[in-house]
């Protein structure tokens, strides 16, 4: 039997931290992955690179920040030259797979909304810094699967040498699965139509009773199809990497059939409200004045203010969401242990970023920055590593890919920016602060320009800069572990600014790109 540890990496979307019942969740009810993390290790601080589905993706694979790695913001790809931690196991003769979600190129076919604003800004269309590689980046789009048949997926994929694709989100998801649901039923255009739904009393935007069946809706389907690819291509004698991603539980709040009923608004309450706040900043104003008004973001990705009721509602289906996904991981491990694989395999639980989901009376994520959208589940169980262990070392999405590396006893590549977090767990001597990237395409949420936040974040205090804006925010962790009281403006703490805005300033100096290596002396 192979020696080399066998990975399975599940990853869910918009999924925050303190959503798992092992997380402390007073409602929720999580027996597979809280399973996960009774055998193995919880990591109590883990945050995003970038607080965004496509940059922190990326910088799950190649371990770099967006700025470096290149996928600033969603709407971008990752450049076919970046190295990942997946290309590095397939080298060394792991064999790799994706069944689900994978985002780290555009899957829809829209023009970017900031593309006939810089052709008037230059008086016509303008060059990039960067030359075109001539690499086609629409793997991903809805194109590639519209005709008969499976789409003949090119690979390796940035390391992956098997894509199960699905694409989107929700009833609506794309990809392979699509294919695939075209040959299940002849209704499968009816049963995604945004307008076709089973009646039910709630009315939160974004709220679908979607009428498409648990057994053919894309959780299952990804569910089944990572058991099938156990079943039919894991090699006792050949080491693998899996990779499991689900679109859910982010928005629409459409869980299927059994689902819908698992939770009760009533069941839920708001840890944090808007008036709980003590200087709130004009982020959360922009959106409250809208909710007054009764006005709502133009896009279905936009975050915004809602009532209680409308979050209590998005609260009780996000945890059907979640309970799906608690099925599926069940059945996930259950098909390692029926082959003998379970105690060779590290399973891995995370997510790409949370949500706000009720933080200040807010839903979905945006500019303004929050423990909620940054903070996520990181669970690493692991049959060589000590069961039951909850960590607060602090652990970023860049920390991933060389902890995986350094687990299977494989060099990473040069310009690599992560931590192996094992080596940092058994020292006790982790990073003290971590930096976190928000980039975006355009204004959001009032802002005056598209955002370009830099967050230092630790134990003790949390700083976010927004260039272009005269205010900002400071906390106290330690003391104020909610963010509650924003200190940017009390003159008791100005030296202190000062202290956390060095600080800033030395960890972003630090993240230059140290790749490629110079080849000569000079």
Same mark, same amino acid.
């Given at each position: 039997?192979?020696?080399?540890?066998?990975?399975?990496?599940?990853?869910?979307?918009?999924?925050?931290?303190?959503?798992?019942?092992?997380?402390?969740?007073?409602?929720?009810?999580?027996?597979?992955?809280?399973?996960?993390?009774?055998?193995?290790?919880?990591?109590?601080?883990f945050h995003t690179a970038s607080p965004v589905c496509m940059p922190n993706r990326a910088s799950i694979l190649t371990g770099r920040f967006p700025s470096v790695h290149g996928l600033k913001y969603n709407g971008c790809a990752l450049s076919s030259r970046a190295n990942t931690f997946v290309e590095v196991l397939s080298k060394s003769g792991y064999n790799t797979a994706a069944v689900g979600k994978s985002h780290l190129q555009p899957f829809t076919s829209n023009d970017a909304p900031f593309g006939p604003a810089l052709e008037k800004k230059y008086n016509g269309p303008i060059a990039e810094a960067w030359k075109d590689d001539y690499k086609p980046y629409v793997h991903e789009e809805p194109s590639q699967y519209d005709g008969p048949g499976r789409y003949d997926f090119p690979t390796p994929y940035y390391g992956f040498d098997y894509i199960d694709m699905v694409t989107d989100h929700g009833d609506r998801a794309g990809g392979h699965y699509l294919q695939w649901l075209r040959e299940q039923t002849p209704d499968w255009e009816r049963l995604r139509d945004p307008k076709e739904q089973y009646e039910h009393s709630y009315t939160c935007p974004q709220a679908k009773r979607t009428k498409m069946?648990?057994?053919?809706?894309?959780?299952?389907?990804?569910e089944n199809q990572a058991v099938e690819w156990i079943?039919?291509?894991?090699?006792?004698? /050949?080491? =693998?990497? %899996?990779? #499991?991603?689900?679109? @859910?539980?982010?928005? $629409?709040?459409?869980?299927?059939?059994?689902?819908?009923?698992?939770?009760?608004? /009533?069941? =839920?309450? %708001?840890? #944090?409200?808007?008036? @709980?706040?003590?200087? $709130?900043?004009?982020?959360?104003?922009?959106?409250?004045?809208?909710?007054?008004?009764?006005?709502?973001?133009?896009?279905?990705?936009?975050?915004?203010?809602?009532?209680?009721?409308?979050?209590?509602?998005?609260?009780?289906?996000?945890?059907?969401?979640?309970?799906?996904?608690?099925?599926?991981?069940g059945s996930i491990a259950a098909a390692l242990k029926a082959k003998g694989l379970d105690e060779n395999t590290v399973i891995i639980y995370t997510a790409d970023h949370g949500d706000y989901l009720g933080d200040?009376?807010?839903?979905?994520?945006?500019?303004?920055?929050?423990?909620?959208?940054h903070r996520v589940p990181f669970i690493w169980r692991d049959p060589g590593e000590k069961a039951g262990t909850a960590t607060d070392q602090l652990g970023s999405a860049i920390d991933i890919g060389p902890t995986i590396l350094a687990r299977a006893g494989i060099s990473p590549y040069f310009g690599i920016q992560g931590r192996d977090l094992l080596a940092d767990v058994a020292s006790g001597d982790g990073r003290k602060q971590l930096l976190i990237e928000h980039n975006d395409n355009v204004p959001r949420m009032g802002l005056k320009r598209a955002s370009r936040s830099r967050t230092l974040y630790s134990h003790d205090w949390r700083l976010t800069l927004y260039p272009g804006e005269d205010w900002g925010e400071l906390y106290h962790t330690a003391k104020d572990p909610l963010h509650l009281k924003n200190l940017w403006a009390d003159p008791e703490y100005q030296l202190k600014k000062g202290e956390l805005m060095e600080q800033l300033a030395l960890e972003i100096t630090a993240t230059m790109d140290e790749s490629p290596r110079a080849i000569r002396r000079a």
């Amino acid at each position: 039997m192979n020696r080399k540890p066998n990975f399975v990496m599940i990853v869910s979307d918009q999924q925050r931290a303190d959503w798992l019942g092992c997380y402390g969740h007073p409602v929720l009810n999580t027996p597979h992955i809280d399973q996960l993390a009774a055998e193995g290790i919880r990591f109590e601080e883990f945050h995003t690179a970038s607080p965004v589905c496509m940059p922190n993706r990326a910088s799950i694979l190649t371990g770099r920040f967006p700025s470096v790695h290149g996928l600033k913001y969603n709407g971008c790809a990752l450049s076919s030259r970046a190295n990942t931690f997946v290309e590095v196991l397939s080298k060394s003769g792991y064999n790799t797979a994706a069944v689900g979600k994978s985002h780290l190129q555009p899957f829809t076919s829209n023009d970017a909304p900031f593309g006939p604003a810089l052709e008037k800004k230059y008086n016509g269309p303008i060059a990039e810094a960067w030359k075109d590689d001539y690499k086609p980046y629409v793997h991903e789009e809805p194109s590639q699967y519209d005709g008969p048949g499976r789409y003949d997926f090119p690979t390796p994929y940035y390391g992956f040498d098997y894509i199960d694709m699905v694409t989107d989100h929700g009833d609506r998801a794309g990809g392979h699965y699509l294919q695939w649901l075209r040959e299940q039923t002849p209704d499968w255009e009816r049963l995604r139509d945004p307008k076709e739904q089973y009646e039910h009393s709630y009315t939160c935007p974004q709220a679908k009773r979607t009428k498409m069946p648990e057994e053919i809706y894309p959780t299952r389907y990804i569910e089944n199809q990572a058991v099938e690819w156990i079943n039919e291509k894991a090699d006792p004698d /050949e080491p =693998f990497f %899996l990779f #499991v991603s689900f679109p @859910d539980p982010h928005h $629409p709040f459409n869980p299927p059939g059994k689902y819908w009923d698992r939770y009760k608004p /009533e069941q =839920f309450d %708001l840890e #944090v409200r808007a008036d @709980d706040l003590e200087g $709130p900043t004009p982020l959360l104003d922009f959106a409250r004045e809208r909710l007054e008004k009764g006005e709502y973001p133009n896009t279905p990705q936009e975050a915004f203010a809602a009532t209680e009721e409308h979050i209590k509602e998005a609260m009780a289906l996000t945890g059907g969401m979640i309970d799906m996904i608690d099925d599926a991981v069940g059945s996930i491990a259950a098909a390692l242990k029926a082959k003998g694989l379970d105690e060779n395999t590290v399973i891995i639980y995370t997510a790409d970023h949370g949500d706000y989901l009720g933080d200040a009376n807010m839903l979905l994520k945006g500019p303004w920055m929050r423990k909620s959208i940054h903070r996520v589940p990181f669970i690493w169980r692991d049959p060589g590593e000590k069961a039951g262990t909850a960590t607060d070392q602090l652990g970023s999405a860049i920390d991933i890919g060389p902890t995986i590396l350094a687990r299977a006893g494989i060099s990473p590549y040069f310009g690599i920016q992560g931590r192996d977090l094992l080596a940092d767990v058994a020292s006790g001597d982790g990073r003290k602060q971590l930096l976190i990237e928000h980039n975006d395409n355009v204004p959001r949420m009032g802002l005056k320009r598209a955002s370009r936040s830099r967050t230092l974040y630790s134990h003790d205090w949390r700083l976010t800069l927004y260039p272009g804006e005269d205010w900002g925010e400071l906390y106290h962790t330690a003391k104020d572990p909610l963010h509650l009281k924003n200190l940017w403006a009390d003159p008791e703490y100005q030296l202190k600014k000062g202290e956390l805005m060095e600080q800033l300033a030395l960890e972003i100096t630090a993240t230059m790109d140290e790749s490629p290596r110079a080849i000569r002396r000079a």
